[in-house]
């Protein structure tokens, strides 16, 4: 059986080499001259497990488990491995209510470190952050921006062993080289110019270059192009996706010191609007958006058509925030980039399912939530196809996934393209 995966990103890599695994001759087509050039490049790789949704929040864990065991996963490459950095991270929800308490409670239940702490605990144990609360989030020409605000944060959750993967870019490479080993091939510098059925169950996939390749199942892992590859395949989803231009920005660390080892935790600052993690060895502090509600967000038509560069606007609204809770970091030169992700707009969780067209499947909507979980998304839809080779109807009865490093199922119908809204912050952190 021949599969063709659209997209050589993280997730895209991860699912063809599970779906080789599973058995499936595969083809993985990508427009870039790389595996992960695409929008995982600029992904800030942040592997954490506070989520809404508790099939999410377990997902995330078996991933970090893997992670953790990246040379085990991946099976001996020709490669330097990407690295898995575990500083912890601080989440500051506008409240503590019964909602952030439930996610700590199941992160709890599934055995992961993780504690709440009041306002008075975070000032002590992270004293260069400033504990005053800013929510709701000001846009920064607000002449209250810079005010005090006179109440506090009402405390956050601290998961003790969450991290990051140094680099998204390597660790794609990595996926690229176990699946190579095992007889994936990569269709580079090549881009989809159409999806045809052949005959009532195969797909006839052509190619800018003139060449075009036959397989039973197409899976469309193609992130911010990922709309335009299903109305190539005249395929309709009533969840829309759509790019959504981000930027990261880099300023130094007041904090580092040559040689030592003390890090900055990753600060998921819902609070304040933005999200944070040391860089570049911990000299510099990357520092990204959390879309707060009076930020326009800037979504794209054209996922070939955007700047590259950062800008006044989103480095005055990042940085800014970033200076009111961390009051030691300077403003510094401009540095940084924008890039795209790729976003479910009902509630900001990636689609992973099958489609109405046979054998035509997605796992679209992952930008950002998403890397962290690359493998188990993998793992997950190469399950599904081969759940649907084997008449099961998943719609009627969804993927029970197992995760056997945390010794867990998950019911997988909440990343269903018929699915009810999923409660969600409407962020992607990392």
């Known amino acids: 059986m021949k599969a063709l995966v659209i997209g050589a990103g993280v997730i895209g890599c991860s699912v063809a080499l599970e779906l080789r695994r599973a058995g499936w001759d595969v083809d993985v087509v990508d427009k870039n001259g790389d595996a992960g050039h695409g929008s995982t490049s600029a992904s800030c790789g942040i592997v954490r497990r506070f989520y809404s949704q508790p099939g999410m929040i377990a997902m995330a864990h078996e991933a970090a488990s893997i992670w953790a065991d990246w040379a085990g996963y991946l099976g001996p490459v020709d490669d330097g491995l990407a690295r898995f950095l575990r500083p912890g991270m601080l989440f500051i929800p506008p409240r503590i209510d019964d909602a952030a308490r439930a996610t700590l409670a199941e992160m709890q239940r599934l055995g992961i470190a993780a504690r709440l702490l009041s ?12 504990t005053a609360s800013h929510h709701p989030t000001k846009p920064v020409a607000d002449p209250e921006f810079f005010e005090e605000t006179g109440s506090r944060i009402e405390g956050a ?52 270059d003139g060449t075009a390749r036959e397989s039973d199942v197409v899976i469309n892992v193609a992130g911010p192009h990922s709309g335009r590859v299903n109305r190539l395949a005249g395929v309709e989803l009533q969840l829309e996706t759509r790019a959504l231009r981000r930027e990261v920005h880099l300023l130094k660390n ?156 998950v019911d997988t119908s909440f990343l269903s393209r018929l699915r009810k809204p999923n409660v969600s912050t409407g962020t992607v952190i990392g």
Not at 119 to 130: G, M, N, Q, S, Y
Not at 320 to 325: D, E, F, G, P, Q
């Open 119 to 130: 306002a008075d605990d975070v000032a002590r144990e992270f004293p260069f952050l400033d």
């Open 157 to 208: 959750v601290f998961e003790e062993d969450a991290g990051f993967v140094v680099s998204p870019g390597v660790a794609t490479h990595n996926l690229r080289r176990a699946g190579e080993r095992d007889g994936v091939r990569f269709l580079l510098n090549t881009e989809v110019t159409a999806v045809e059925r052949n005959g009532r169950d195969a797909f006839l996939t052509r190619m800018n």
């Open 254 to 409: 007041p904090r580092f010191e040559e040689g030592s080892t003390a890090s900055l935790p990753i600060v998921g600052d819902l609070d304040g609007g933005i999200y944070f993690r040391p860089e570049g060895g911990g000299r510099d502090v990357l520092v990204g958006s959390t879309e707060p509600a009076c930020d326009e967000p800037e979504w794209i038509d054209d996922p070939d058509d955007f700047d590259h560069n950062v800008t006044e606007l989103y480095r005055e609204r990042q940085c800014y925030r970033l200076m009111k809770r961390f009051p030691e970091v300077g403003y510094g030169a401009a540095r940084g980039l924008g890039a795209l992700y790729d976003v479910t707009l009902q509630d900001w969780y990636p689609i992973a399912d099958r489609t109405d067209v046979p054998g035509y499947y997605v796992c679209i909507g992952t930008s950002g939530s998403s890397f962290k979980t690359a493998p188990v998304l993998g793992k997950l839809m190469a399950e599904l196809v081969e759940a649907q080779r084997n008449g099961v109807d998943t719609d009627k009865q969804p993927l029970q996934l197992a995760l056997p490093r945390i010794d867990a199922t």
